[in-house]
């Protein structure tokens, strides 16, 4: 799994793409604790930009809440963006849409 990453307006943006399951989970929760130290530096929000996933397990949102727990300490919100039908339904059903703020693009959580 690649994560590309860019900083906009204060907000650490991270652009996973593929499958998140028990193969590649371990590597994405490392990666996000790497973006996480970053944030040390003043980001005010870490953006997750879910576009390029087609599919998260429950191994997957187990790393997603590790993390938000790991950004509420570091006073850093966490935001997740563009996610697809089969995602936006996994964060519903899984009651993640009320852990972490949803929201249809990048643009609109940097806004938010």
């Given at each position: 799994?690649?994560?590309?990453?860019?900083?906009?307006?204060?907000?650490?943006?991270?652009?996973?793409?593929?499958?998140?399951?028990?193969?590649?989970?371990?590597?994405?929760?490392?990666?996000?604790?790497k973006v996480l130290k970053s944030a040390d530096d003043g980001a005010l929000s870490l953006i997750i930009d879910m576009k390029d996933i087609e599919y998260m397990s429950t191994v997957g949102l187990r790393v997603l809440m590790r993390v938000s727990k790991r950004a509420r300490e570091a006073s850093v919100d966490i935001k997740v963006a563009?996610?697809?039908?089969?995602?936006?339904?996994?964060?519903?059903?899984?009651?993640?849409?009320?852990?972490?703020?949803?929201?249809?693009?990048?643009?609109a959580a940097l806004a938010g």
């Open positions: 799994m690649e994560l590309k990453q860019e900083t906009r307006e204060r907000a650490l943006i991270v652009a996973p793409n593929g499958v998140i399951d028990h193969d590649s989970a371990p590597a994405f929760e490392e990666q996000l604790h563009g996610m697809n039908a089969c995602m936006c339904e996994i964060f519903k059903i899984s009651r993640f849409d009320k852990v972490m703020q949803v929201f249809d693009t990048v643009d």
